[in-house]
T-cell receptor
Framework: DVKVTQSSRYLVKRTGEKVFLECVQDMDHENMFWYRQDPGLGLRLIYFSYDVKMKEKGDIPEGYSVSREKKERFSLILESASTNQTSMYLC??????????????????FGDGTRLSIL | DAKTTQPNSMESNEEEPVHLPCNHSTISGTDYIHWYRQLPSQGPEYVIHGLTSNVNNRMASLAIAEDRKSSTLILHRATLRDAAVYYCILRDSNYGGSQGNLIFGKGTKLSVKP
């Protein structure tokens, strides 16, 4: 079975801190994603990576950056944490659709999430 | 992605089959139907997906109407562990965007009674 591991289940940080969320997958998937999930707003994509060192902005990239130096690891960085970044953060990975960078016909495999609180 | 409509909640008894409906009347010919579920305090979990034909896997079956305007996720014998929110999502194989990200609606909250 695919395993996507997020470094922390719960994290509490202070406003203005630089925060790192780490995600590792063990199935050699090309594509990796960072989402946040908030009540009433569903799942929203922050950033997406389709290869090492490649990244694309999702729907809500402001205040975040990402790093993918190795295929199995995708890091989300909150440059200067703010209270409106308190949320559940979910990492996912998937194979690519053949001949594409997309994952329309491939399942996405999620980690258990990091519940981040910014005080 | 086209829209889907699901009931807000459903109840089932343990060890009985569960049929979770999804309406997608504006589905296009290139839309795949995906189902995910999310257990409390966990990340979403892929369940099954299909295009036109019915699909089976170890977790569930997916029955797709002939006109593809609706589909049903079938759990053959519900267990307490199946209590979760189930999301029906359409994904367009002609999606011109660069992400292929998932967009979850409100889903159906399934309760399973012992």
């Amino acid at each position: 079975d695919v395993k996507v591991t997020q470094s922390s289940r719960y994290l509490v940080k202070r406003t203005g801190e630089k925060v790192f969320l780490e995600c590792v997958q063990d199935m050699d998937h090309e594509n990796m994603f960072w989402y946040r999930q908030d009540p009433g707003l569903g799942l929203r994509l922050i950033y997406f990576s389709y290869d090492v060192k490649m990244k694309e902005k999702g729907d809500i990239p402001e205040g975040y950056s990402v790093s993918r130096e190795k295929k199995e690891r995708f890091s989300l960085i909150l440059e200067s944490a703010s209270t409106n970044q308190t949320s559940m953060y979910l990492c996912a990975s998937s194979l690519r659709d053949r001949g594409s960078t997309l994952t329309i016909n491939q399942p996405q495999h999620f980690g258990d999430g990091t519940r981040l609180s910014i005080l | 992605d086209a829209k889907t409509t699901q009931p807000n909640s459903m109840e089932s008894n343990e060890e009985e089959p569960v049929h979770l409906p999804c309406n997608h009347s504006t589905i296009s010919g290139t839309d795949y139907i995906h189902w995910y579920r999310q257990l409390p305090s966990q990340g979403p979990e892929y369940v099954i997906h299909g295009l036109t034909s019915n699909v089976n896997n170890r977790m569930a079956s997916l029955a797709i109407a002939e006109d593809r305007k609706s589909s049903t996720l079938i759990l053959h014998r519900a267990t307490l562990r199946d209590a979760a929110v189930y999301y029906c999502i359409l994904r367009d194989s002609n999606y011109g965007g660069s992400q292929g990200n998932l967009i979850f609606g409100k889903g159906t909250k399934l309760s399973v009674k012992p």
